[in-house]
């Protein structure tokens, strides 16, 4: 009973050490990915189109949600673990401390079994042997577990049959013992798994934080750029009205001008016209006066008289 008792935590034991690989080898991925998630965040300080950046936190948020769910997953059944091992350590320690009981017992019943056979041989009294053997046997028996040992068997036999048995006690002992520092040395590297994804969990978040204090800064420098960009485009807008109206304006300015151009144009050659037709009347009769001959009278009376007549003509 003892032997199965004592076999069962090994195999725990050794079913919880093929378990413990797993864990190992993720640990051994996790330990690239705060690097990893550095140097992503370190990227996120060089220039960039904001659209874009905004897609990277996104997706860095996200995978640092899916890296803490998986810390999570991971931690959740490694304390499972951790609380199966301390308790099979607890019930590994009970037998081990029942097994020194027994093993106390033992010893103290060679202890007696020696005096019995020192004082049989001593003696040599032939017919005390039985009675004193079957109380010493029955203190045997109730000391290691109510064996039966037959009142007429040799003190020989007796001994090496308590031998046996202690020898057997002793083995079990041993490997109640392997077995016991077998689950201690699991259960320490339960817990350094359990420091290390504490350390992961904390470097997570701090992580995780100071993504969302940079994706607030981007979100904060992407709403002004926003704001002003909505300003420009609202100047530009005024400023192609302006153009527009402008254009308009020089356009209408301009069909006036050519309009008041034609028609000075107009006017000009009219009047230039009218120059050449009156300096060329004028030449003519300045060439006819020249050429006319002046007949005035002699005398004054006669000249009066024919001034009298030109302006009566005129």
């Keep these: 009973m003892y032997t199965e008792t004592a076999h069962s935590p090994g195999a725990a034991g050794e079913g919880s050490m093929l378990n413990l690989t797993k864990p190992g080898t993720m640990f051994t991925s996790l330990a690239r990915l705060p690097a990893k998630l550095v140097s992503q965040l370190g990227a996120t300080d060089q220039p960039f189109h904001h659209h874009q950046q905004q897609m990277v936190d996104d997706t860095g ?48 019943a060679e202890k007696k079994t020696a005096k019995l056979i020192d004082l049989s041989q001593s003696s040599g009294e032939s017919h005390s042997e039985p009675s004193q053997n079957i109380s010493i046997d029955e203190s045997v028996a ?35 013992q392997d077995k016991c520092a077998e689950l201690e040395r699991q259960v320490g590297i339960l817990e350094r798994y359990k420091d290390e994804l504490a350390k992961e969990t904390v470097l997570n978040k701090q992580l995780e934080s100071k993504w969302q204090e940079s994706r607030d800064q981007h979100k904060n420098e992407v709403t002004d750029l926003q704001e002003k960009m909505k300003i420009s485009e609202d100047a530009l807008k005024h400023l192609k009205q302006t153009y527009i109206k402008t254009c308009e304006d020089i356009k209408n300015k301009f ?20 120059n050449e037709d009156l300096i060329g009347k004028y030449n003519a009769h300045s060439y006819a006066l020249q050429n006319e001959e002046i007949n ?19």
Excluded: F
């Design 61 to 108: 948020m996200k995978k640092a949600k899916e890296d803490a769910e998986m810390l999570r997953s991971l931690v959740v059944p490694l304390e499972e673990e951790i609380d199966v091992l301390k308790k099979k350590l607890r019930e590994t320690d009970e037998q081990l401390q029942r097994y020194q009981a027994q093993e106390e017992k033992i010893r103290e």
């Design 296 to 314: 005035l009278p002699d005398n004054v009376e006669r000249l009066q008289e024919m001034w009298l007549t030109q302006r009566e003509q005129l």
């Design 255 to 274: 069909s006036k001008l050519t309009e008041e151009r034609k028609q000075t144009e107009d006017k000009l050659n009219r009047l230039q016209a009218e």
């Design 142 to 176: 109730s000391s290691v577990g109510g064996a039966c040992i037959e009142s007429s068997h040799p003190v020989g036999y007796q001994k090496s049959m308590v031998c046996d048995m202690c020898v057997n006690y002793e083995a079990q002992l041993v490997a109640a």
